[in-house]
């Protein structure tokens, strides 16, 4: 599938504004594309059936439902940029006695790891604690910067506050 077949651009006669047209996409548009699906791994339930839903919290994003979010997110990166921003990324994952010294008792919400050295990691809760930890390992002063980055909290859905 190419960005032109998800994504058509049209020319607005009246304020020569690009306008977008987001068309819906069939099983048919993707088995014609070059989409190839990942290998199902889990746990075979009664009959050997594997289920095949997203972990709670958790969703896949379309072709066209991506061709949205890169928009979005590029606006985004060019609105920062323009004020003078520079972006940053942290790891997804921390050691946990960072994040636990932050969150104290939120740290039932963190998803916790063990690597094959036995050290304890854990997924990022949000983006403060890895800033702090990158502005004091390269014992920054002043740094204007933005981060956009998945974050991952062991917490009930809440639509309210936009974790879906």
């Known amino acids: 599938i190419t960005l ?23 099983k048919k548009d993707l088995s014609d594309s070059n ?10 339930k009664e009959g050997g059936k594997i289920s095949l839903k997203c972990p709670k919290g958790m ?3 379309t072709p066209a439902q991506m ?4 928009m979005v997110f590029d606006k985004i990166h060019k609105c920062f ?14 050691l946990k006695e960072i994040l636990t010294g932050k969150y104290g008792e939120d740290s039932k919400l963190i998803y ?6 036995g050290e304890i990691l854990a997924l990022r809760y949000d983006l403060t ?9 390269k014992k920054l002063q002043n740094i204007k910067r ?9 917490d009930n859905i809440s639509i309210a506050k936009g974790r879906f």
């Open 4 to 26: 032109k077949r998800i994504v058509p651009k049209v020319i607005s006669p009246l304020s020569n504004q690009i306008i977008y047209r987001l068309p819906v996409m069939t």
């Open 35 to 44: 989409v190839i699906s990942p290998p199902v791994k889990g746990k075979a």
């Open 59 to 61: 969703r896949d994003y």
């Open 67 to 70: 061709a949205v979010r890169q």
């Open 81 to 94: 940029r323009k004020h003078g921003a520079v972006q940053i990324d942290t790891p997804v994952m921390e």
């Open 112 to 117: 916790e790891l063990e690597d094959q050295g």
């Open 129 to 137: 604690v890895p800033f702090a930890r990158y502005v004091a390992s």
């Open 146 to 154: 933005y981060q956009i980055a998945r974050v991952y909290r062991r």
